[in-house]
């Protein structure tokens, strides 16, 4: 084993991020015999996984028979807009149902239907109902069952433990990584044959957000700093029903099952405007009128769908558009309303989590009155640039996995997609890293200079008796990412916050912490700022660069989408290996689609 | 709105004292809102827990006035007038500040022996709603520990932790014991390693519950009749399990063909 100054652990498989893709892969190496480790920001069980709400998407055809993957296939493809990788589009669409039965193994309890079998509801842009869900706490069963199957297991968790850096071999394979103790902030080294990054997404970068403090993109980070690719990182998903009253709550989630079960939005003037938004691809499957939409709800074959179950990008957009037009609600969002829809023992049954959050949170009873609610950033659809199959990103030795991996849902995610996304890439990442470690070409050293050049990094807040709060500086970044790089883009301010990110960047090496190394927020917010950098800088190059628009990705110079622009990703690299050397992007060929998964994506609604 | 006084304790586990921070409030605010703004102005290192400020992780577990909260979920204005005192979860040991260390529950999560469903039958097990209702109430546990943390047994006695799982994992248990698939036995376990006779259902656990399970009525209380059942009367108990819906039944139940 390698000599470290540090306390140093060596493991075959070593997993960054203990959520649904993190756990789920670690379940995978391990069942195939290898030594594995998981390291977390948090405690085992709160990752943003638990904040899923609505379902996971599976084409099991519990519901409607018709169903089945290559309808999924075809939903996923066409909600991102065609920008995905096509082989994940499909790989997520074939092996989601066994996903799913395999979590009921292991115990998950999901709400059934009247014959035993596994109820799936309806969510936007899935074709049937499909969605396989407890009541709105679907991520919670998921990552419960998960953490209890890796407990089980005996797998090592290595908790409130934060990495800064990944770490090479003297052949540019990678080797392990260097991270921190949150509770001691002692430093540990871990080598490893395999890394598999799996660290969520990057939404604390925005003002209005559903995600927690750990979405600071330290996964996506990290990756390219090593000498990986981002790709998509302009295409931001913004849930179209974040809540927005009061202030101190503004941007937590709001599952878009309240729509599936029967609510409407709704603006100022009481009317249901997202009629008056279906755009062309959708209106061929999307009802004319709301009494058409409505008989759907209770027979599938009596109507089409509401416009209201449209791909949250559009959704999204639309709700924007209504509060610029001044038809929005008192704080600046519009009305989601299920109360006058459906009968309160059903609200509270279907949607407990929900009635219990604006009930205690803002006072509203969702069974009386209507939800003001608006859009926040709530995932990013780009991230690691992976092959499809083994999830391997372009260094030896690396993977990713989940939302720190990108292509499987292309400009736009559908919701349940990413659940399912979890624990198909999840096991694939495993799978993934033990064949990588079966065919031998593993990292035979550890380059503790790459380690201890971070971990000096690290300190250098310390030693700085004048220097900027960490807090001013999150703060001030999420408020121009907001603002500059939010929901509707345009070039001048794009390149506005290019400039003003290099003037960030500044500020971060200037950070002056205080206190001491033992269980510092205000140090740890520190060590998350550079990520945030980097994701935030990928992020505004990459828009500034797509002159279209095309699911997450809004510019309103560019409004429509432009089929040149449908044939590559761009493909964000670091040259330096350093959080503030600079950044280049380049146009990535989308995969070539084989002719039988054309033909799927040709045929008639 | 008038600015508020929070009493913090500040500390590790060497010892600690209470410090007031005087700040300002907003409309509709939590204890956390107010938490992170210290964090971000007054005293950057100031520890807490926390991750989603939705209710939903569990993480921000503190007391707050003396009573086990979530501080996410604890609006400022239904907090009497007058300081604010947030302290730690006192049956822990300290790490820092608000921040404990929990490895007592992760060590005991371990000593839950797993599911143990039959094969799967093609297409997926079937269960009825009624029957994995009972343990999705219990399910629904985020994992924050204020019943842990109440719980008399543990939390003046910290001898008692080694052999006593605690109403998380009695809940845990009950949600195993009920699950439609499960052929395992925990019974012998809960008696002799688990404690389950320790609790004497005050229900302070209940009250904590910020997911509002009904932890001693629908789990402790038939975990102590089945052990109970199981020891002394087995021609009773064997009665009720074949007039209940019981696990085996429903596993039966799981293999037969679709209808």
């Known amino acids: ?605 | 709105m008038a600015d508020v006084t929070m009493r913090i304790w500040r500390g590790d586990a060497t010892g600690g004292d209470f410090e007031n921070y005087t700040i300002a409030q907003n409309e509709g605010e939590v204890v956390l809102d107010v938490i992170h703004r210290i964090q971000a102005t007054e005293a950057p290192d100031l520890a807490c827990r926390w991750n989603c400020k939705a209710g939903k992780c569990g993480s921000c577990s503190a007391e707050i006035n003396g009573k086990p909260r979530l501080m996410c979920m604890t609006r400022m204005d239904q907090l009497p007038e007058g300081p604010v005192t947030v302290t730690p979860m006192k049956a822990f040991p300290i790490i820092r500040d608000l921040v404990t260390d929990v490895s007592f529950n992760f060590e005991m999560a371990k000593r839950v022996p797993a599911l143990l469903p039959p094969p799967m039958p093609e297409g997926g097990y079937r269960m009825f709603q009624q029957d994995v209702e009972r343990g999705q109430e219990f399910r629904k546990c985020i994992e924050c520990f204020l019943c842990q943390d109440v719980c008399h047994v543990i939390r003046d006695h910290e001898e008692n932790k080694a052999n006593y799982a605690g109403p998380r994992f009695f809940i845990r248990y009950a949600e195993l014991e009920m699950h439609p698939l499960d052929t395992n036995d925990r019974r012998e376990l809960l008696k002799e390693e688990m404690g389950l006779g320790y609790c004497n259902i005050t229900k302070c656990c209940t009250e904590v519950c910020p997911e509002h399970i009904h932890i001693t009525d629908n789990a402790i209380i038939p975990l102590k009749e089945r052990v109970v059942d199981a020891d002394y009367d087995p021609v009773a108990w064997l009665g009720r399990k074949i007039r209940r819906r019981t696990k085996k039944t429903a596993a039966e139940a799981s293999v037969q063909p679709a209808p």
Request: aromatic share 8%; with cysteine.
């Open chain 1, 1 to 605: 084993m390698t000599d470290s100054p540090y306390e140093h652990h060596a493991y075959d498989v070593l997993i960054i991020g203990a959520g649904g893709a993190g756990l789920r892969a670690a379940i995978e190496a391990q069942q195939r015999g290898l030594k594995v480790g998981i390291i977390t920001k948090s405690l085992l069980g709160k990752a943003h996984t638990v904040m899923a709400e609505g379902g996971i998407a599976a084409a099991m055809g519990n519901i409607s028979e018709e169903d089945n993957w290559m309808v999924h296939f075809r939903d996923t493809m066409r909600g991102g807009k065609y920008l995905n990788n096509n082989r994940m589009a499909e790989l997520h669409a074939k092996e989601s149902p066994d996903r799913v039965w395999e979590l009921e193994q292991w115990g998950a309890l999901f709400d059934r239907t009247k014959d035993g079998k596994i109820l799936q509801r309806d969510f936007g842009g899935h074709r049937y109902a499909r969605l396989a869900h407890v009541g709105d706490r679907t991520g919670l069963e998921l990552i419960r069952t998960l953490q209890q199957k890796v407990v089980s297991m005996g797998t090592d968790v290595f908790m409130e433990c934060k990495v800064l850096k990944l770490v090479h071999d003297d052949g540019g394979r990678i080797a392990g990584c260097v991270a921190y103790w949150r509770a001691t902030g002692e430093f540990v080294t871990f080598e490893a044959k395999t890394v598999i990054i799996a660290t969520g997404g990057v939404g604390k970068s925005w003002k209005f957000t559903s995600n927690s403090w750990e979405g600071t993109g330290d996964g996506h980070a990290m990756a390219l700093w090593a000498g990986a690719k981002l790709i998509d990182m302009e295409c931001i998903q913004f849930h179209p029903t974040g809540m927005v009253w009061p202030l101190s709550v503004r941007g937590l989630l709001v599952t878009e099952g309240v729509r599936g079960d029967g609510g409407v939005l709704l603006n100022s003037e009481g009317k249901r405007f997202m009629f008056n938004y279906v755009p062309e691809m959708f209106r061929a499957e999307t009802a004319d009128t709301e009494e058409e939409g409505d008989k759907w709800y209770d027979d599938h074959s009596a109507g089409r769908r509401p416009a209201e179950l449209l791909p949250r990008d559009e959704v999204a957009r639309a709700i924007n558009t209504e509060v610029k037009a001044g038809r929005g609600s008192p704080h600046g969002g519009v009305y989601l309303d299920i109360a006058s829809r459906r009968t309160p023992e059903y609200i509270r049954r279907r949607l407990p989590s929900m009635y219990h959050q604006f009930m205690e949170l803002a006072g509203v009873d969702i069974t009386k009155e209507p939800m003001e609610i608006g859009p926040t950033c709530h995932y990013i659809m780009g991230g690691v640039q992976v092959v499809a199959d083994t999830a391997a990103t372009s260094v030896p030795g690396l993977f990713a996995a989940g939302e720190a991996a990108g292509g499987l849902h292309g400009a736009n995610r559908l919701g349940g997609n990413s659940l399912s996304d979890l624990v198909v890439f999840g096991r694939r990442a495993g799978k993934g890293a033990a064949e990588y470690i079966e065919a031998g070409d593993v990292a035979t050293s550890f380059n503790m200079e790459e380690a201890e050049a971070a971990v000096k990094e690290a300190l250098d807040p310390f030693d700085r008796d004048e220097g900027e709060n960490p807090y001013t500086i999150q703060h001030d970044l999420q408020e121009m990412m907001q603002e500059l790089v939010g929901i509707i883009r345009n070039g001048p301010e794009l390149e506005e916050a290019k400039g003003k990110l290099d003037v960030f960047a500044e500020r971060v090496k200037n950070i002056a912490v205080k206190g001491g190394r033992a269980y510092n927020p205000g140090w740890n917010l520190a060590t998350d700022l550079p990520s945030m950098l980097t994701v935030s800088r990928s992020t505004a190059l990459a828009a500034s660069l797509r002159k279209e628009s095309r699911g997450g990705h809004t510019r309103e110079d560019y409004p429509n989408p432009d089929p040149e622009f449908a044939k590559f990703n761009f493909a964000i690299s670091n040259e330096g290996g350093n959080w503030d050397s600079p950044i280049s992007a380049a146009e990535s060929p989308l995969l070539p689609m084989p002719d039988e998964l054309k033909a799927l994506l040709e045929e008639a609604y």
